[in-house]
């Protein structure tokens, strides 16, 4: 397959894309959840406590019912898996199910919205033979949409995006949770390695930052579930980055356990490093 960098050069398009009419379903969906989520953000009424941690809003729901409306009335045949309301079969009883299924996060950073706080996103991914083939990742805020298919290159606003590799790691502004044994150790001697770590609360948009150097590496350990990562670790693969679990294993994994999956995302000459730093 061709990568994004000989796409981006050579006049390619989403209209070349396999999933372009997925692509493009994703990005109108994702522009009208997101105007949903700003609209509802000011009026807030019911915050429900999920744990001690976490919480969900009625806008996590109405922006979910949207998304489940609309694949149900243009995909009958795919499936639906949602933070709150898990798996949604395929509805159409005259075919067989496509054994696709729209991965999605209807409000990735709950905390941070309720709290009022502008960094939050929505995001949607179709995956097919069990991997991320389109994705978007919409920031409502910025009015931003970072976008993906597996066979094109990662784009924002519908302009080409790359990765931007420092030439030293020490520079680099990095997204970093994380959780486990010897946090603060692990913590200190990463942090000593680059610039300054950062985070955001909303693992889907720093992820997504990869693609256009706003973060130059993304790195999350445990508590990331499919819908946090389908859509932004296939942007940030398109865009030039190499994306792997803690192990350097394969990020995406569609039965993966809420909250069991780890991601790192960076340019190819730090990745490794990266990995070395985490495990060491």
Same mark, same amino acid.
């Given at each position: /397959?061709?990568?994004?960098?000989? /796409? !981006?050069?050579?006049?390619?398009?989403?209209?070349?894309?396999?999933?372009?009419?997925?692509?493009?379903?994703? $990005?109108?969906?994702?522009?009208?959840?997101?105007?949903?989520?700003?609209? $509802?953000?000011?009026?807030?009424?019911?915050?429900?406590?999920?744990?001690?941690?976490?919480?969900?809003?009625?806008?996590?729901?109405?922006?979910?019912?949207?998304?489940?409306?609309?694949?149900?009335?243009?995909? +009958?045949?795919? !499936?639906?898996?949602?933070?709150?309301?898990?798996?949604?079969?395929?509805?159409?009883?005259?075919?067989?199910?496509?054994?696709?299924?729209?991965?999605?996060?209807?409000?990735?950073?709950?905390?941070?919205?309720?709290?009022?706080?502008?960094?939050?996103?929505?995001?949607?991914?179709?995956?097919?033979?069990?991997?991320?083939?389109?994705?978007?990742?919409?920031?409502?805020?910025?009015?931003?949409?970072?976008?993906?298919?597996?066979?094109?290159?990662?784009?924002? !606003?519908?302009?080409?995006?790359?990765?931007? +590799?420092? #030439?030293?790691?020490?520079?680099?502004?990095?997204? /970093?949770?994380?959780?486990?044994?010897?946090?603060?150790?692990?913590?200190?001697?990463?942090?000593?390695?680059?610039?300054?770590?950062?985070?955001?609360?909303?693992?889907?948009?720093?992820?997504?930052?990869?693609?256009?150097?706003?973060?130059?590496?993304?790195?999350?350990?445990?508590?990331?579930?499919?819908?946090?990562?389908?859509?932004?670790?296939?942007?940030?693969?398109?865009?030039?980055?190499?994306?792997?679990?803690?192990?350097?294993? +394969?990020?995406?994994?569609?039965?993966?356990?809420?909250?069991? /999956?780890?991601?790192?995302?960076?340019? #190819? +000459?730090?990745? #490794?490093?990266? $990995?070395?730093?985490?495990?060491?």
């Amino acid at each position: /397959m061709t990568g994004p960098e000989e /796409m !981006a050069g050579s006049g390619w398009s989403y209209a070349d894309s396999r999933w372009a009419g997925e692509l493009a379903f994703a $990005l109108d969906l994702a522009e009208r959840a997101g105007g949903l989520l700003v609209d $509802l953000q000011d009026r807030l009424v019911a915050i429900e406590h999920k744990s001690e941690t976490d919480v969900v809003t009625e806008a996590d729901h109405q922006s979910e019912a949207l998304v489940i409306a609309a694949v149900r009335a243009i995909y +009958p045949r795919d !499936a639906v898996l949602s933070e709150e309301v898990g798996v949604v079969a395929a509805v159409d009883a005259a075919g067989p199910p496509s054994g696709r299924v729209w991965v999605c996060d209807p409000l990735d950073g709950t905390v941070n919205y309720a709290n009022g706080l502008p960094f939050f996103c929505f995001s949607i991914a179709l995956v097919d033979g069990g991997r991320p083939v389109a994705g978007v990742v919409r920031d409502p805020v910025r009015g931003e949409s970072y976008a993906a298919t597996a066979d094109g290159p990662a784009t924002l !606003a519908g302009r080409v995006v790359r990765v931007h +590799p420092k #030439a030293r790691l020490r520079d680099s502004v990095i997204s /970093m949770g994380l959780s486990g044994a010897r946090v603060p150790e692990r913590w200190a001697k990463l942090r000593s390695a680059v610039r300054v770590p950062r985070g955001f609360g909303a693992a889907a948009l720093s992820c997504a930052y990869v693609a256009n150097g706003r973060f130059d590496a993304f790195i999350q350990e445990s508590n990331l579930s499919t819908w946090d990562v389908a859509a932004a670790g296939l942007i940030a693969e398109r865009a030039g980055a190499v994306v792997t679990d803690l192990d350097g294993g +394969p990020w995406f994994t569609l039965e993966a356990p809420s909250r069991s /999956m780890s991601v790192v995302a960076a340019p #190819a +000459p730090h990745q #490794a490093t990266l $990995l070395d730093l985490l495990r060491s």
